[in-house]
């Protein structure tokens, strides 16, 4: 067990906010690059703060791993005994209320791994500033409520780096001796340094051209090393998309004359707002149809959108201290939600957002990092770029656009412009301006940032027959998280239609009002328990609950095996009825779990076989909906379903269910791969991206059957296919089976250039029921397309069969847990985000049954123990042993 001693990290808190003593009005940064270190000279122009309380209050700045060379007050050089450093800081006590401020550093972005900074990337130099990357810089007052106007100069070898980018506009450039060039960037608009970036390398470049809705010319350039350069041209065409996106939605323009997206293959997430320069993991940037499923399109779309929208939602207004993030990633991700939503299928957007919050956020909210959307402390604040800040954040924010309506959510987002462009702001800003916007009450609606939690919705129905009406009682619950034993009632908004017995929509009046209206319409829960009765209800209705997903809560009512296969045929809002097959297949599989552990059969249900069959036949359902209500849920969503986990029952149960399946709607999924096969050239739309899912998911069913004739239909897809997404799937059927081996080398043999494609390699087999092994993974991380200081191979190899691969990771032995405790200590001494990533794997580890619980308490102790602990680490474990 970790002791409490003085080098115990501690927490910051929400409640010790105080505004910065100074303020920076403007930053000169001059860097000189180079092999084996570079040096940052800095002026800063500095006033006193006059909001700070205390008048006297001397100037601390942010500074890390830095080595100091010199620092002039208004000219004058200080020698030591003017300022204090220490591992975290530099304090000058005696500061005039005014001054110019002028300092310089040496740092090693040839040795950090850590990938926060400033760092190297194949030779190349880039930075990641978020959350607390720039005090690796240079000294500063690195937080969000400091916005200061940006000059950079950068100076390097013309032939080892000869593009040099920053944020703003290019004001000049020049050649020095020793064969070195500089390259000046100023930007307009103030910025909080988190915001800060820069580029050097030999890098070539995708160029376009976007006009805004005014009439503003703005360059577009994409950056890559040269051999991907015809790999951008989703990108770019997703930017643009996402430009005229937000005009026309949001009336929100781009500001500069130039947007520079740059893709570099060692980064810790997925990508960085920076102002003018977003720097990306090569993942979201790089695409061509051999070389990148339909999901990888998608999520580049979607990830360009969110960096893109950042300029408005993040940047123009930013956070005050970062227990605000989800002020602007919640937001973000909402916009990038919508926006996808507007690109392809609305209700395939929507089920799979859901799919992510359930499996990856509920479980967050139910384990020992539960935390509000908005936290009240952190150690580390690398750990809270969360399911739970980004995806509830910005379930928080639709429920805003749900209670007001579309255009009650314009009238606020345009007054939260109106009132802070230029601010750092925080979420009851937002709050405040939707609600003033729209003359709405949203006191209550406050405690969706405050209480941690999933709530549980409880819904009863009571039809009265000889009054014609339905009364539905509605509870709500919310279980108690870590330093949050007792919850308040929530403000929910439940979306909501009734269905008559042929499936169709009654029409809604609830008791009171004048006239009935089709369709669905919103309920706004407050209590703790209420009813609402609605009247002129012609006979007994299925309630159709929760459309759209419309709050993030577990819905509860006793739904009838028939109730269910009426809507899953029926229902009109499509996320009920993907959600109705999903109910009636958990209830199967958790007959199908406690059966295994009891050793007994593993049958299905007929209404459930036949519900299946009637999906698949149905003509008129869009093929991508068809294969979200075939896919089971993931193996760690059914673990959460479970008082006490059983990984091996559960994978049992999970392929029983996909045998079962398979064996009776053979000809089924047969008839459907056959129809959809043949495609023709590889085409990147809705229609065509839905109709290879289906085909895929037909294809992952035939290849469970152990016949020669359906390994082969894998085996003419795989060596068939003109692109990636039928290729992967194919392979994903194949390496269940000793045949997958042959297919599994020639994939490696062809891709071993394509860093990201070997990703998926690694990953297909991490979770494979067959080669998921702590020995195939310890054997994979040998091979030379793998490295551990890149996050991206990690994540794919170590990071999927940790947090995906239940049974492998949960081996009986306990080999997982001693594999995962070494490799989270080797990636810590190199980069404590990704180490902290990783420990996320022991979260469940109270629920699992008492052997392997036993086990990962001992490898968590482990790690705890380990002298010289990161804190990003630190927090993930010790918090789990709390
Ligand atoms: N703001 C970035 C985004 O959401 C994520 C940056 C996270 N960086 C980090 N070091 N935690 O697009
Ligand atoms: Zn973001």
Redesign the pocket.
Known sequence: MAKLDVNTPQPIQLKDYTPPAFLIDKVDLTFDLDEDHSRVSSRLVLHRNPDHPDARAPLTLDGKELTLESVKLDGEILDGSRYQTDAESLTIAAMPDNAILEIVTVIHPETNTSL?GLYRSGGNFYT?C??E?FRKITYYLDRPDVMARFTTTIVADKNKWPVLLSNGNRVGEGTLDRNRHWVKWVDPFKKPAYLFALVGGKLSRLADRYTTSSGREVALEIWVEPADLDKCDHAMASLKKSMLWDEQRFGLEYDLDTYMIVAVGDF??????NKGLNIFNTKYVLARSDTATDVDFDGIEA?IA??YF?NWT?NRVTCRDWFQLSL??GL?VFRDQEFSADMGSAPVQRIEAVRTLRTHQFAEDAGPMAHPIRPESYIE??NF?TVTV?EKGAEVVRMYQTLLGRDGFRRGMDLYFKRHDGQAVTCDDFRAAMADANDYDLNQFARWYSQAGTPTLSVRGQYDAAAASYTLTVSQTCPATPGQGEKLPMHIPLALGLLGPDGADLPLQLAGEQEALAGTRVLSVQEASQSFTFINVPVAPVPSLLRNFSAPVKLDFPYSRAQLALQMAHDSDAFCRWEAGQTMMLQDLQTLIEAARAGGELGLKDDFVSAMRQVLADDALDPALVALMLTLPAETYLADQQSEIDPDAIRAAREAMKLGLARALRSEFKAVYSRLQDQGAYRFDAQSVARRSLKNVALSYLAELDEPAMLELAEQQFARADNMTDSQAALTGLVNWAEGDAALAGFAAKWAEEALVMDKWFTLQAISRRLGTVAKVKALMQHPAFALTNPNKVRALVGAFLHSNLAGFHAADGSGYEFAADTILAVDKLNP?MAARLAGCFNRWKKLEPGRRAGMRSALERVAAHAGLSRDVYEIVSKNLQ
């Open positions: 926060n990641q978020e959350a990357g810790n997430m997925g990508a960085m707002e990830v969110h960096e950042h993040g602007k990633e973000t604040i690398n770029y980004y985000q």
